[in-house]
């Protein structure tokens, strides 16, 4: 271990992912392991500014590794964004007598603590944990594979109905910017259409596309789009479009929500946040900062965090290929 340090603040920021208390419960514990007090900072950034501070030890993180959310709650603080909120954060955790700082959170988290370093020299190391799984340098993120289980039972559920009525789904998947959550679980429930931010389908080729899927005989389909999907200006517009242009179809949306989010965390995730966790930990006792830990091919990794922010995590093409393959 490199410069010995007294303690480390540990943060969520942003949306809530499954796994984020794994995470929280292996960073404590992996203090404790190595003699470093840990404080947990409620509600995110806006906690760091307001000194909403709570020394934590192994008992604190108790039967949590199995609980959806964060204990440590999480806010969006637009006064962190601004230099002079950064500066009171700054002011607070020397108060706190913090030495390292360690958020989990996805992008947006990172670029606040990237900015957080560069202007105090502070240290810091960023795991990612988003549902979206649209972090540059981990196979991975934190939440996504509890998302995709929860999605595609939902879609499961969905299908029962469809099959039952002869109905047309239109099933909205979160994914603002990234279709990895509804390229995933189309193609693990079955879907006969997916609408992704990266590819951009066209309202003419989804009527073909159904119109096969009438052809072959299927009575009922389900078509899962991503919230941020180009095809029409949202789900219910895609919906009415299609109603109107193919009559034999009665088309139906069920928007999934903020449901994605929470549930129980999978052993997948569980065990990533808990191998991510300790490695945060390891490496700002190594003297370490400005990373964020992740996994490539199952192997730990550490990038850059503005790498992580402004990298390119694509879509994979071979997938994309397997689920057209799966609609006929």
């Known amino acids: ?5 007294n303690r480390i603040g540990l943060l969520t920021s942003g949306g809530d992912a499954p796994g984020m208390n794994a995470a929280i419960r292996a ?7 190595y003699n470093v007090e840990c404080v947990g900072i409620y509600r995110g950034y806006q ?9 934590m030890n192994a008992r604190s993180v108790n039967n949590i590794i199995n609980k959806g959310g964060t204990i440590l709650k999480s806010a969006r603080s637009d006064e962190f964004r601004t230099k002079a909120g950064r500066k009171k954060a700054y002011e607070s955790i020397k108060e706190g007598n913090i030495d390292a700082l360690i958020v989990i959170g996805g992008d947006g988290t990172f670029t606040g603590a990237m900015k957080f370093n ?13 549902i979206d799984n649209d972090i540059f340098g981990t196979n991975f993120t934190i939440g996504y594979d509890t998302a995709l289980n929860t999605v595609v039972e939902a879609i499961d559920k969905i299908r029962d109905t469809a099959s039952s009525h002869n109905r047309l789904f239109f099933v909205e998947v979160m994914g603002r910017d990234a279709g990895f959550i509804a390229l995933n679980a189309g193609v693990g429930a079955g879907a006969e259409e997916i609408l992704i931010p990266e590819e951009n389908l066209g309202l003419e080729r989804l009527l073909e596309s159904l119109k096969k899927s009438k052809r072959s005989g299927k009575s009922s389909s389900i078509v899962v789009v991503a919230e941020g999907d180009k095809t029409g200006k949202n789900v219910f517009e895609l919906a009415d479009y299609v109603t109107k242009n193919l009559p034999e179809y009665e088309a139906r949306v069920s928007v999934l929500g903020h449901m994605q989010r929470g549930g129980s965390p999978t052993c997948f995730d569980r065990v990533l946040a808990s191998r991510l966790g300790v490695k945060a930990v390891e ?35 071979e997938l994309l290929r397997v689920s057209d393959i799966m609609s006929t």
Not at 1 to 5: D, E, H, N, R, Y
Not at 27 to 33: A, E, F, I, L, S
Not at 288 to 314: C, P, R, Y
């Open 27 to 33: 960073v404590v514990r992996t203090c404790t392991h």
């Open 1 to 5: 271990m490199g410069k010995k340090l």
């Open 47 to 55: 906690g760091l500014i307001e000194g909403d501070f709570m020394l």
């Open 283 to 317: 490496l700002i006792l190594d003297g370490k900062t400005n990373l964020m830990v992740g996994t490539i091919n199952n192997k730990i990794e550490m990038t850059d965090l503005e790498k992580a922010i402004k990298g390119h995590h694509s879509i994979d093409q």
């Open 118 to 130: 560069k202007e105090f020299d502070f240290p810091v190391i960023g795991i990612p944990g988003t």
